[in-house]
């Protein structure tokens, strides 16, 4: 019934008043529904609850799921336009446990809730507002938390992006042309490019030969206090504190300009202090 393969045995009652089609892409009903347990991915879940009207690809309303891996309400909606996904919605997610739920294969759990009102899931494409309150991961038995996370993006006509994360964690933004998610190589190639040497020294090499625009940004971040999440990048991280790093990155002209604010660094043995670079 809706051609994903993902999906197995589905036990069910259901209520469906002034109800047509018989497709995802017909259906128009308003549907009450008890869902015993349905298979995905290899994974049965139990005891959800759905209420709400489904239109041709689109669910408005609430739903419940009380399941050892997976406890969370559910009140918006979420629909696919041409494949985009368009999400506004308001969760409680008590648990979470991507690896036992077969969905990731780290051991890896969240909590929190959220408040989504987006366009597109695609960190390249996305656009609107996403915030999480209360944030707690749970990665191979350690635990991280964030008090509150909020992303914001943006695009104008003609393509130029405002990208802002805002925690008491850090604060980024990034203002320009650029896909966020090839941001870390077009910095890679250009390290690469411009000190071949210390590339080779430090072992910096871009996985990702072949990017699919030019990157030209300006950019703020600033590091308040991580805790232990610079653990989730490399165990050996000390907590960062106090960290600003501001610029512009060209990869047009093939330039970049930097102020970079560094009181303190430790990682493993190697230990670094009052760096200031221009």
Not at 73 to 95: H, R
Not at 106 to 112: C, N, P, S, T, Y
Not at 129 to 143: N, P, S, W
Request: glycine share 8%; proline share 2%; net charge negative.
């Amino acid at each position: 019934w809706s051609g994903n393969p993902n999906f197995g045995i589905v036990t069910f009652t259901s209520e469906v008043q002034d109800g047509f089609g018989l497709t995802i892409e017909t259906v128009n009903t308003n549907l009450s529904a008890v869902v015993e347990e349905f298979n995905f991915k290899g994974y049965t879940y139990h005891n959800l609850e759905m209420e709400g009207v489904l239109s041709k690809g689109k669910f408005d309303g609430d739903f419940i799921i009380v399941d050892d891996n997976i406890d969370f309400t559910f009140s918006g909606s979420a629909e696919l336009v041409d494949s985009i996904p368009i999400l506004d919605f308001q969760a409680n997610i008590k648990n979470l446990d991507l690896g036992k739920l077969k969905l990731s294969k780290e051991d890896l759990a969240f909590e929190g809730v959220v408040d989504v009102k987006l366009k597109d899931i695609d960190l390249s494409t996305m656009e609107g507002d996403a915030t999480v309150i209360g944030l707690k991961l749970r990665r191979e038995g350690k635990l991280y938390e964030v008090d509150s996370l909020r992303i914001h993006s943006t695009f104008d006509a003609f393509g130029k992006r405002d990208f802002v994360l805002n925690s008491e964690i850090m604060s980024c933004q990034l203002n320009g042309y650029f896909d966020i998610q090839e941001v870390p190589e077009a910095v890679l190639q250009f390290f690469e490019r411009n000190y071949p040497e210390y590339a080779s020294r430090f072992n910096i090499a871009s996985k990702q030969k072949e990017l699919s625009q030019q990157n030209v940004f300006d950019f703020g971040i600033k590091i308040h206090d991580m805790k232990n999440l610079g653990q989730l990048l490399d165990k050996s991280l000390d907590t960062l504190r106090n960290i600003s790093l501001a610029g512009h990155f060209d990869g047009v002209q093939d330039s970049v300009e930097l102020l970079l604010e560094l009181p303190h660094f430790k990682a493993g043995t190697v230990k670094l202090d009052a760096i200031y670079a221009k």
